[in-house]
């Protein structure tokens, strides 16, 4: 392999860090990757770990000893969580976003990409230190968010299905899928109460998703009343999960009482007089 230059050298390791965030390069992988002694790693990495600091682009982290190695946090400063959420309250304040009573059109939010990405640092640094396993959404629009932070978590993304329980002869039966049992095994659901529709909808995950005792961060969309998330949280009772934090990008104000407690907000929305006003959630 040809030398590489000094420059070169550090945008290599800039690129294969932030690629993989969270996870452990040995200066040894680097080197046999780069063809750079260890020493001169060691001062790239310095130099790296400065400049991120100084421009609040994340953090490196180095482990000493022989198998010492460097991974990239993508911890990002307060002013940087407050600014971003700032930006999206404005955004979201076009009064042509309301489409219903306490509702705002987010779908060109749910499915921007550039931003998605952004507010899933911001969130995956507040538990980049909690281990976690795996991310954990319902089905449908929270999974481009939940996808974004358990990238940046270098987590698993786990998805639960969610399904309005009808009534047949008097007896109420879900609604099912074939493939779930077909393509994924033993499926274990729960029922629960939507505290927004004021119906039973059911949950399920299989059995496979989740190791039992694993780590695991929940991240929806949207709180309304909580009902979802409360049966989220108790279908992964059911598989021993500790949830070491509940982020939704948006709250609303209505109602005041929630099915849940101790989670976090990106943005709140809140109505009076028929509008709708859109400030920071608990998150800053």
């Not at 590489?4 to 690629?19: E, F, M, N, T």
């Not at 929305?269 to 006003?277: F, N, V």
């Amino acid at each position: 392999m040809e030398k590489l230059s000094k420059a070169a050298r550090a945008g290599a390791i800039v690129k294969v860090l932030i690629d993989s965030p969270n996870r452990m390069f040995t200066l040894s992988e680097l080197a046999e990757l780069l063809g750079a002694a260890k020493s001169s790693l060691s001062e790239d990495l310095s130099i790296i770990r400065a400049t991120f600091e100084k421009l609040d682009l994340g953090k490196l982290e180095t482990l000493a000893g022989v198998s010492g190695g460097v991974r990239f946090v993508p911890m990002r400063s307060q002013q940087y969580l407050v600014n971003l959420v700032r930006d999206l309250c404005s955004r979201l304040a076009d009064p042509s976003r309301k489409v219903g009573n306490g509702y705002l059109f987010l779908n060109d939010v749910l499915n921007d990409p550039q931003l998605l990405f952004k507010l899933a640092e911001a969130i995956a640094g507040r538990f980049v230190l909690a281990n976690v396993d795996a991310v954990v959404t319902v089905e449908t629009k929270g999974i481009p968010l939940a996808l974004s932070v358990a990238r940046h978590l270098s987590s698993q993304l786990v998805i639960a299905r969610r399904e309005i329980i009808f009534s047949e002869d008097g007896v109420p039966m879900p609604v099912t899928r074939q493939e779930s049992t077909v393509a994924e095994g033993a499926v274990l659901s729960v029922a629960f109460e939507s505290g927004s529709h004021r119906g039973v909808q059911s949950m399920s995950l299989p059995r496979r998703s989740l190791p039992q005792g694993a780590r695991v961060l929940i991240v929806d969309d949207f709180l309304r009343a909580g009902g979802t998330l409360r049966g989220l949280g108790d279908l992964l009772a059911e598989f021993s999960s500790t949830v070491v934090g509940t982020v939704v990008l948006v709250e609303s104000q209505k109602p005041s009482i929630k099915l849940i407690d101790d989670y976090l907000s990106v943005i709140k929305l809140g109505e009076a007089d028929g509008k709708i006003y859109v400030l920071p959630g608990n998150i800053i």
